[in-house]
Structures are given as structure tokens and as C-alpha cells.
């Protein structure tokens, strides 16, 4: 690694921040986290999504500790790379990727469909693959830009959320909330995990832009912590409020369940009924538009880092933004878009998600006692017991997941076991960690 590797533009301030931090979720108020209804009922799933909110808290706050420390574009690849050496950042780059790769798509489909609720005449694939291309042509156009677009679109997804809330929310009836709630008992709590999940996954690809922030060390807390205290209050007025218009069993299976609620209280052929579903699409965009950003970050660093073909780091001279990294993701969403679907997608990206939560905790344990001078603008609060907590609980995820979704688990980890032995083939082991992390120094992260 020389000095004149490629880097990336300084452009983010706080409040963009916030915005790709919200926007990278959003949608999984949208649609998502309804098929959890299936497996576990409205009371199971909103046990499960407490749980999983315990476990964003305790992450979050200990997660930011490591983005501050360590702002670089890779994110959870440069801290297990930091503790662990380059197998475990290995482990960490590809579940990373996974988790935002297969995050991608599945916001696409809803895209489609939403635009089919709307426009039957369009078919859902051709609306998703449309939506890819026009979204990797934004991105293209700066760091800068594109972020102002998602706060535009955040705000334009809030507004809608609320609105929605304010709509159904009097049509709200307890006895159906209560409705069958809990048809699997207990192991539909486990069950319904990876769609709790689904509420906040991909919050953490704000270290993807660390690189590219102002001033990173507040901007970063104050984005991540604001971020997180908005979904949450979101996510479950939106869940309770659906719960009490139907019986979980008409809305368990859709990639649009907001605006069907809002059908089934105002009826489909109201203006107001259409006005939603148009603006729906703000949060997807929202949504799709930051994960876009993260995952070509993601190529972005682990080519600078030699993990991916170092052609992939490319940035182009004017607008400084991973041009092959934005068109290779897209490529590979688009093919994953027909191979399937919404359900599969969400379950792959949320298990990337654990294993990335489970090796960020245990690099944040390491680096506490193997870099105990590194200097640490954000510290956990309660250090061990948050870390501990988001340790324990995203093993239970992975534990759950492994056990309820085996050949997805079968599916991710026969990839990380391939992308393994071309590691171990290629020769790139025999890098000492001094090598590796020398070049991390280099491109911008601080020892």
C-alpha cells in the first residue's frame, strides 16, 4: 500500500448523518418485519422486537465507540481487522457485504410492488431492476449530493409515517391485536427474530461514510444515537397501530402492508388511500438509496485492502465516489432480485447483520485490552455490561436463526467458507497483521 491510495471526499456534517442513519432503516417500517406476524403472531413479534431492541441499544452505543475510534469506509471490516488480523476481518467484510448486498434487493421488491399496488400494469420485477439502475446514477453524482437527496427523502418518510399513524391509529381495535397472538408459543418468538431485526438492520452502515465525515468524532455519536432514538419510536407505533386494523392473518404476507391498512379502513379506491401509497415510496427510496451508499463503501474498502480486485477501488477524479463499486453492487442485487425472495432476502441480510454485531463485540472487548492507549473520543456507556448484552443477545439471534432457517444459515456460511479457501489458495494469508494494518493506516484510520 503506497500514500496515493485512493480516498474519499469530507462532506458529511451531523444532520447528514441522521439522515443516512434513518434512511438506511426506514423502510423496515414500510414492510419486512409483517412476515414475522406468520411465525410468531402480534404479541410474539412484539416480544421478539423488544428484545431486538434491547440488543440496537447496547450495540449502537458500544458500536459507536468503534466508528470513532476507527473512521474508516469498511467499518466493521477495519475493527475486526484491528483485533483480529485479516481472517477476522475477512469474516466481518463478507458478512457486512451480505448483510447490505441482500438488504438491497429485497427493498427493491417492495419498491415494485408498491409501484404495482399503484400501477397494476407494472410488472414488480421491471419496476425493481428500473429502480436500481436510476438510484446507482444518483449515487454517482457525489457524496454530497446524494446525501441531501436521502435527508430529503428521510423527512418525506417521517412526515409520511406520522401521517399514517395519525390515520389509523382512532381505527386502532385492541381485540384484534390480541387476535391469535401468540399461535406458535415461544418458539415463534425465536422464529420471528430476523424480522425484528429487520426494523433496524443496515443502522450500522453510518461507519461506511466515517471516511467521509466532518469533524467525525461528534458528528458520528450525535448521528448514530438520534438515528436509533427515532426508529425506535417509530417502529413500534407503526407495528402496534397495523396489529389493531385487521387480523395479522391479511397482512402477514405482503410487501405492502401500509397502505393496505389504510385500504382497509378508508377503502382502496379513496384518494387518501392512493395519496399514501405514492408517498410510500419516499421511505423505500429512503431506505434503498443509504444502503446503496454503504455497500459500495464496503466493496470500496475491502478492494483498497486487497480482500476484492483492487480494480474496484477506483474513484472517479471529479466527483471522488467508487464508481465500479456502485455498478458491481447493483449488478449483483439485480441478480439477486430474480433468484429470491422478499422473506429469503430479509432472513440472508439480518444473518450477515448478527455474525457483523457478534464480531464487532468481540473486537471492541479485544481492543480494550490490546489497545488500551488508543484513543477513544466515544466510550461505551457501562462498559462491559452494554457490549456484553449486545454479545449475548445477537448470539441468541444467530443461535435462533441457525436453527429455524438452516439452509439460508447453510447458504451464508458454505459462501464464507468458499471466499476462505480462495483467501487461503491466493497466498494473501502469509500478510503479516502489521501489513494489513499498515495499510488501513494509510488509508485514513488512525492506530
Known amino acids: 500500500m503506497t500514500d496515493q491510495q485512493p480516498e474519499l471526499k469530507k462532506a458529511l456534517k451531523p444532520i447528514h448523518l441522521w439522515a443516512i442513519g434513518v434512511g438506511l432503516v426506514i423502510s423496515g417500517e414500510y414492510f419486512g418485519w409483517n412476515y414475522g406476524w406468520a411465525v410468531a403472531g402480534t404479541i410474539g413479534l412484539l416480544i421478539a422486537t423488544l428484545v431486538i431492541t434491547l440488543l440496537y441499544f447496547t450495540f449502537i452505543f458500544s458500536f459507536t465507540e468503534l466508528t470513532t475510534s476507527i473512521p474508516n469506509a469498511g467499518g466493521p471490516f477495519a475493527y475486526a481487522l484491528k483485533a483480529f488480523g485479516p481472517m477476522g476481518a475477512l469474516i466481518a467484510g463478507y458478512a457486512t457485504l451480505i448483510e447490505f448486498l441482500f438488504a ?4 427493491a421488491l417492495a419498491l415494485g410492488s408498491y409501484l404495482h399496488f399503484l400501477y397494476p400494469a ?3 420485477i421491471t419496476a425493481a431492476m428500473g429502480s436500481y439502475v436510476v438510484f446507482t446514477l444518483i449515487n ?3 457524496v454530497q449530493e446524494a446525501a441531501w437527496f436521502s435527508l430529503i427523502m428521510t423527512l418525506l418518510a417521517i412526515v409520511e409515517l406520522l401521517l399514517f399513524i395519525g390515520v389509523v391509529s382512532p381505527h386502532f381495535k385492541l ?12 418458539p415463534g418468538v425465536f422464529a420471528a427474530l430476523p424480522f425484528a431485526i429487520w426494523l433496524y438492520v443496515c443502522l450500522e452502515g453510518v461507519a461506511m461514510v466515517a471516511e467521509e465525515v466532518k469533524n467525525e468524532k461528534n458528528a458520528i455519536a450525535n448521528g448514530y444515537i438520534s438515528a436509533l432514538l427515532t426508529l425506535t419510536i417509530l417502529a413500534l407505533a407503526v407495528m402496534i397501530c397495523v396489529g389493531g386494523i385487521a387480523e395479522w392473518e391479511q397482512l402477514d404476507h405482503l410487501d405492502y402492508p401500509l397502505p393496505e391498512s389504510i385500504a382497509l379502513v378508508l ?3 379513496n384518494p387518501l388511500t392512493r395519496l399514501f401509497a405514492s408517498v410510500g415510496l419516499f421511505g423505500l427510496i429512503a431506505s434503498f438509496h443509504g444502503i446503496i451508499i454503504s455497500y459500495s463503501r464496503q466493496i ?21 465516489v467508487p464508481y465500479l463499486a456502485l455498478v458491481v453492487g447493483g449488478a449483483l442485487g439485480m441478480l439477486a432480485l430474480v433468484l429470491l425472495d422478499t422473506s429469503k432476502l430479509v432472513i440472508l441480510s439480518t444473518i450477515g447483520a448478527v455474525v457483523v454485531y457478534v464480531v464487532s463485540m468481540l473486537a471492541l472487548f479485544k481492543l480494550r485490552q490490546t489497545e488500551p492507549a488508543m484513543a477513544r473520543p466515544f466510550k461505551a456507556p457501562f462498559y462491559p455490561v452494554f457490549p456484553a ?3 449475548l443477545l445477537a448470539l441468541l439471534a444467530l443461535a435462533a436463526m441457525l436453527y429455524f432457517y438452516c439452509w439460508l444459515s447453510l447458504f451464508f456460511f458454505g ?3 468458499l471466499i476462505t479457501v480462495v483467501f487461503f489458495v491466493s497466498g494473501r494469508y502469509r500478510k503479516s497483521k502489521e501489513d494489513w494494518l499498515a495499510g488501513l493506516s494509510v488509508n485514513g484510520t488512525s492506530d
Open 267 to 269: 377503502g382502496r379506491d
Open 140 to 142: 454517482l453524482l457525489g
Open 300 to 320: 470500496f474498502a475491502l478492494s483498497r485492502s486487497n480482500y476484492l480486485p483492487g480494480l474496484l477501488a477506483k474513484v472517479s477524479p471529479r466527483r471522488q
Open 389 to 391: 448484552v449486545a454479545l
Open 415 to 417: 459462501g464464507l467458507l
Open 175 to 186: 381485540d384484534n391485536f390480541l387476535h391469535n397472538p401468540m399461535p406458535f408459543g415461544w
Open 122 to 124: 407494472v410488472p414488480v
Open 104 to 107: 438491497a434487493p429485497a427493498i
